[in-house]
């Protein structure tokens, strides 16, 4: 199983940007997809953005324009970009990746992101 080290968190002024890396621990270039999702305080997880093996992008209509999702398959890692955030971005953000799709995915371990003045 691959194993995931999410950075990049951290405290950020209302539209200041951030950017989260993922680091795997193997090789992430035949991962059928991997992404995002992130957990707010009393709030169910929620997918913020994917990215299939094909460069197909998918993002939570909350952040799109404002967030994007890349890789660098030389590294193993997996990026989520994120600008002008919001307080209501605050959360703790996951990383995951999936080998295949009916094989369960891998989670790192969360980095929190707070926005706030």
């Known amino acids: 199983q691959v194993q995931l080290v999410e950075s990049g968190g951290g405290l950020v002024q209302p539209g200041g940007s951030l950017r989260l890396s993922c680091a795997a621990s193997g090789s992430i270039f035949s991962m059928y997809a991997m992404g995002w999702y992130r957990q707010a305080p009393g709030k169910q997880r929620e997918l913020v953005a994917t990215?299939?093996?094909?460069?197909?992008?998918n993002y939570a209509d909350s952040v799109k324009g404002r967030f994007s999702i890349s890789r660098d398959n030389a590294k193993n890692t997996v990026y989520l970009q994120m600008n002008s955030l919001k307080p209501e971005d605050t959360a703790v953000y996951y990383c995951y990746v999936r080998p295949g799709p009916m094989v369960a995915r891998s989670w790192g371990q969360g980095t929190q992101v707070t926005v706030s003045s």
């Open positions: 990215l299939t093996s094909g460069g197909s992008t």
